[in-house]
């Protein structure tokens, strides 16, 4: 079974500054297979990349997804006061164990 | 618009059973999987199972199989999630997901609002 570790647990940042998260799996991962979902508190997640690199329907280009093999990023380029949440990777059933986006 | 609307929060005792429901509208229920999620308080996200609706062939995690029962009415295009008997340790927020299948792998799409079980005596 994959594991999927997230890392950095939180990130501290200001609006306006470009996020850069990673998510690194236990062995090699098809790049169509890995995607990212942030949550807002209160919310349900929501998809924002599939496929490593492809946005969903309606997310904003700040959001981008990069990476293969075992390595994987997610980065928000200008954070907006509306990205400051918990961002999760996940590959079939396995989700990484997430990465807050705090306001610093 | 896809939308996946599930049950209202429960609040059960240890032991009791209970089911809880999603009803899936604006797109073809039974061409899609339909999956379940679980996110005990103040934690990540946990991949339950999934369900085809068309001829509900069903996949757990292992961490589940046995422990709950996912099933679906595809003449309501409604998916279910039920126990037998409930523990507190079942106690968390659970969400219905869409499922989109790419190759071996998948991702889940759209998701219910969410449904919160507490279980507590």
């Known amino acids: 079974e994959i594991v999927l570790t997230q890392s950095p647990g939180t990130l501290s940042l200001s609006p306006g500054e470009r996020a850069t998260l990673s998510c690194r799996a236990s062995q090699s991962v098809s790049s169509s297979y890995l995607a990212w979902y942030q949550q807002k508190p209160g919310q349900a997640p929501r998809l924002l990349i599939y496929?490593?690199?492809s946005r969903a329907t309606g997310i904003p280009d700040r959001f981008s997804g990069s990476g293969s093999g075992t390595d994987f990023t997610l980065t928000i380029s200008r954070l907006e006061p509306e990205d400051f949440a918990v961002y999760y990777c996940q590959q079939s059933g396995t989700f990484g164990q997430g990465t807050k986006v705090e306001i610093k | 618009e896809v939308q996946l609307v599930q049950s209202g929060a429960e609040v059960k005792k240890p032991g009791e059973s209970l089911k809880i429901s999603c009803k899936g509208s604006g797109y073809s229920f039974t061409s899609y999987w339909i999956g379940w999620v679980r996110q005990m308080p103040g934690k990540g996200l946990e991949w339950m199972g999934i369900?085809?609706?068309?001829?509900?062939?069903?996949r757990y995690s292992p961490s589940f199989q046995g422990q709950v029962t996912i099933s679906a009415d595809k003449s309501i295009s409604t998916a279910y999630l039920q126990w037998s008997s409930l523990k507190a340790s079942d106690t968390a927020m659970y969400y219905c997901?869409?499922?989109?299948?790419?190759?071996?792998?998948?991702?889940?799409?759209?998701w219910g609002q969410g449904t919160l079980v507490t279980v507590s005596s």
């Open positions: 997901v869409r499922v989109l299948v790419t190759g071996s792998s998948y991702y889940f799409d759209y």
């Open positions: 369900i085809y609706p068309g001829d509900s062939d069903t």
């Open positions: 496929g490593a690199s």
